[in-house]
Every structure is written in structure tokens, then in C-alpha cells.
T-cell receptor, first 115, second 116 residues
């Protein structure tokens, strides 16, 4: 299994600013994913990030708002740009199980509050 | 399109009693099914999965789930609940169709509350 860490664990930000969330995996993985979990809601997939290619965004999410980097097989970043209070959520990084793509493992999440 | 439904927002059980958290799914091809648990202020932890084979799948912490193809269900069960099992449980499905896998889609979650 993969162990995933995220930084920061939480942050409080002002409207109009941007925050970059870092995700580190303890082993090489093919695919990494970013999810949003709004208060009391389920997880919604934002985008899938493969190393060496542009991220693939789900409907309702755009690169200008949520730029993603994937510089190598163990690391990814998600930036939440020009934030508004509606962006207040938990952002979760996830990675496939390496050899066993069937499983996905999740980081502890980043709790973002936008004032 | 694939989807997953968890019909109960909350399940309440007494400690020591059996518990069931329900999940039904809809896919175009073959389903890959998963259960995750989320404790307060924590990320998601993988509990168990069904890919193929035996319909009864055993996972972490004494949980098990039964795949029922005719009813398109994958209910999570435990014979004897513990107070420490209280958490938010998510069912998830991935569609395997046409030789490729879809994204992991989550249900809305079911809050399990186990009382002493």
C-alpha cells in the first residue's frame, strides 16, 4: 500500500488569494488524483494527474482555477486559485496502488477555509 | 454512466449487535467495488474491495461485504459492532468496460453510530 502525506493540513485564506497543496507518496505511482469534499458531502473528483502529461479535469473543474503539477512519480501539487468562500472544502490527494491499480489510497486531506 | 447509492444517511446500532451499511451500484460493464471509512478529521482508509471471485469479501477490522450481482448491491457488514466503528463509511465503484477502467465514483456516505 502507499502512504500519502499532504501539506498543509489546514489553512485559512483570504478571498482572492491562492493556495498550493502538496502531496507526497512514499512509493512511485502511475496515477494521482485530487478530490474535493465539501462539508457534509461526498468526494468529488477534480482531476487525474499523470506524470509527464497535463492533468485531466472532470466536468465543472478547469485548469485556470485548479492548476495541477505532477513533476515526478511520487509528487503532485494542486493550486486553488483566486479563492472564494465557496472553495472552502477538504481537498484530498489520492494515488493508485502501484502494481494493483484497482485500489486507491488517500492522504489525510487539507482543510481549507476561505474568508 | 456509473453511479453508486447509499440509501441511508445514518445507521444506529448498539455495541455488540450486527451492523449493515447498504450500497447499490450501476455500471455499464463489470464493477470494481470498494468500501472506505473516514474517521473525524482524517483521510479515507481502505476497508475492502471486490474485483472478481468469491462474492463474500473480508476486509480490515472484522468488516466484510457481499457482492450480489442480481441485486447490484455491495452491503458492508460486521457481526458485532464496536463503539470505535463509529465513523463515516463510503461505498465506491469503478466501471471496467471495453478494456479500460473508469474513475472511482463515491456514494454520499453513511454515518455509522455505535452506542455502548
Amino acid at each position: 500500500s502507499a502512504v500519502i502525506s499532504q501539506k498543509p493540513s489546514r489553512d485559512i485564506c483570504q478571498r482572492g488569494t491562492s493556495l498550493t497543496i502538496q502531496c507526497q507518496v512514499d512509493s512511485q505511482v502511475t496515477m494521482m488524483f485530487w478530490y474535493r469534499q465539501q462539508p457534509g458531502q461526498s468526494l468529488t473528483l477534480i482531476a487525474t494527474a499523470n506524470q509527464g502529461s497535463e492533468a485531466t479535469y472532470e466536468s465543472g473543474f478547469v485548469i485556470d482555477k485548479f492548476p495541477i503539477s505532477r513533476p515526478n512519480l511520487t509528487f503532485s501539487t494542486l493550486t486553488v486559485s483566486n479563492m472564494s468562500p465557496e472553495d472552502s472544502s477538504i481537498y484530498l490527494c489520492s494515488a493508485d496502488g502501484g502494481i494493483s491499480y484497482n485500489e486507491q489510497f488517500f492522504g489525510p486531506g487539507t482543510r481549507l477555509t476561505v474568508l | 454512466a456509473q453511479s453508486v447509492a447509499q440509501p441511508e444517511d445514518q445507521v444506529n446500532v448498539a455495541e455488540g449487535n450486527p451492523l449493515t451499511v447498504k450500497c447499490t451500484y450501476s455500471v455499464s460493464g463489470n464493477p470494481y467495488l470498494f468500501w472506505y471509512v473516514q474517521y473525524p478529521n482524517r483521510g479515507l482508509q481502505f476497508l475492502l474491495k471486490y474485483i472478481t471471485g468469491d462474492n463474500l469479501v473480508k476486509g480490515s477490522y472484522g468488516f466484510e461485504a457481499e457482492f450480489n450481482k442480481s441485486q447490484t448491491s455491495f452491503h458492508l457488514k460486521k457481526p458485532s459492532a464496536l463503539v470505535s466503528d463509529s465513523a463515516l463509511y463510503f461505498c465506491a465503484v469503478r466501471d471496467y468496460y471495453g478494456g479500460s477502467q473508469g474513475n472511482l465514483i463515491f456514494g454520499k456516505g453513511t454515518k455509522l453510530s455505535v452506542k455502548p
